[in-house]
């Protein structure tokens, strides 16, 4: 496919944390004439451990600041040229945005449209190309029962706060469209896994839990059904969209691959029995049932057909392949796990998990 658009100074929010840095390791890879800055505010879930092996690139600028900052955007903007805006830089964690929406509205609502603001004020003085594209996620369509796809064009339906902070940005990013003809892009991707992701998450808070042989959290029956994609796939996938994607339009991303929890949970703790020498069926043994998180979406799958059809993209990991890799790399890297559960992470997984039994 010949390409609509190819970036030569990319603004990358949130490229610290487990979809943002991988995105980059990806991107630097494969674009080697793109420089990328990234912006982040390094909180609890950022980590610039995850951004060792581009540290010292010439073509990489590390930038510690907040999207709030309208000021400091608008000065990276200008000074580094930029030509292009991939925004991961959200609160990410469902369960903390019922204890505490605020700050779920202030960064990924607010964040948004300051960025979405300087970006348009930028791309006015006459950028010739330009592009915005803010990642989003299938969680803002809501709940599915047993059958059925989210579509692009499926209401939106949030059902947490996070999710509604992340639909009202994504109704911004629409209206900046809609309303100056900003050049934007709309991704929303299902549940990613791999490298990086931060152990507050499903699969690798049981790996760590396991490893740990600590009780293995199950919210509810355990038979909420999301649909997961490796994470580099995802970098794949919106390194395809910002380069060949329809301004304006939305494109979802997944990998057609539902699994309940329970059977997550079951698997991971099978993989690793043989690697940590333990007997078959010793980890599933960790699995305790718990109180269920307050209005848990029931199902998630993502009808990907648009971004498969219109820009040719697949995945490339077969979950198989993905999970057990996955595994290893959290084995191998005990000490990342170490590192980024501090003190503050600690406190949160107390009250969280104190008092849930
Ligand atoms: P994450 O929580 O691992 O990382 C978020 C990053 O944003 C961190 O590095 C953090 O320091 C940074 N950040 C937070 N507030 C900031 C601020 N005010 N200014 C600058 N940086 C700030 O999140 P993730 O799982 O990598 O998700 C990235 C994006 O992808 C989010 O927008 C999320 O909604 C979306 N998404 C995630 C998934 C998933 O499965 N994790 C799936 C679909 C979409
Ligand atoms: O669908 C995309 C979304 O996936 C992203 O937008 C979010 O940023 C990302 O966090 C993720 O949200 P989920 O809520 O689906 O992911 P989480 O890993 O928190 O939970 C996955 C499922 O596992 C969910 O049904 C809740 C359940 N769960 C989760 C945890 C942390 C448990 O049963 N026990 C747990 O301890």
Redesign the pocket.
């Known amino acids: 496919m010949a390409e609509l658009f190819t970036p030569a100074s990319l603004l990358v ?10 995105f980059i390791h990806h991107f630097m890879a494969v674009r080697p004439h793109c420089r990328v800055v990234n ?9 610039l451990e ?1 951004l060792k092996g581009v540290e010292g690139n010439p073509r990489y600028r590390f930038v510690k ?5 309208g000021a400091l955007v608008a000065r990276l903007l200008a000074e580094e040229r930029i030509d292009a805006v991939v ?7 469902v369960d903390r945005s019922i204890e505490g929406p605020e700050l779920f509205v ?3 609502v607010l ?1 948004t449209q300051i960025l979405l603001e300087e970006a348009r004020r930028h791309w006015q003085k006459g950028v010739e190309q330009f592009r915005f594209l ?6 803002v369509y809501g709940s599915l029962g047993a059958t059925g796809y989210f579509t692009e064009e499926t209401p939106l339906a949030t059902n947490s706060p ?1 999710s509604a902070s ?1 639909a009202g ?1 994504d109704l911004l990013l629409r209206a900046y469209h809609e309303t100056y003809g900003f050049p934007t892009l709309n ?7 791999g490298p ?3 152990p507050e ?1 499903l699969i690798p808070l049981m790996i760590s839990n396991i490893i740990g042989k600590k009780p293995l959290p199950v919210y509810g029956d355990g038979k909420n059904v999301r649909d997961w ?1 490796h ?1 580099r796939d ?1 970098a794949s996938a919106v390194e395809r969209v910002l380069t060949q994607g329809a301004p304006g339009r939305v494109y979802n ?1 997944g990998g057609n691959n539902e699994w309940q929890n329970i059977d997550i949970v079951n698997l991971v703790c099978d993989l690793l029995d043989s690697r940590l020498g333990r007997g078959a069926g010793e980890n599933r043994s960790l699995i305790t049932y718990v109180k269920d998180r307050l209005g848990h979406d029931r199902r998630y799958a993502i009808d990907a057909a648009r971004i498969r059809t219109e820009l040719e993209w697949e995945p490339s990991y077969t979950f198989e392949q993905g999970i057990a890799e996955t595994i290893d790399w959290y084995l191998a890297n005990r000490e990342w796990t170490e590192k980024v559960t501090s003190g503050a992470y600690r406190d949160y997984y107390e009250r969280m998990y104190g008092n849930r039994a």
């Open positions: 929010t949130g490229g610290a944390g487990f979809i943002g840095s991988n912006l982040d505010l390094l909180t609890y879930a950022g980590n995850n600041g907040d999207i709030c900052d925004h991961f830089a959200a609160e990410s964690h202030r960064t990924n964040g803010q990642i989003s996620t299938d969680e996070y992340k940005a991704t929303r991707c299902s549940n990613n896994y990086y992701h931060f998450k994609l994470v995802h991303i």
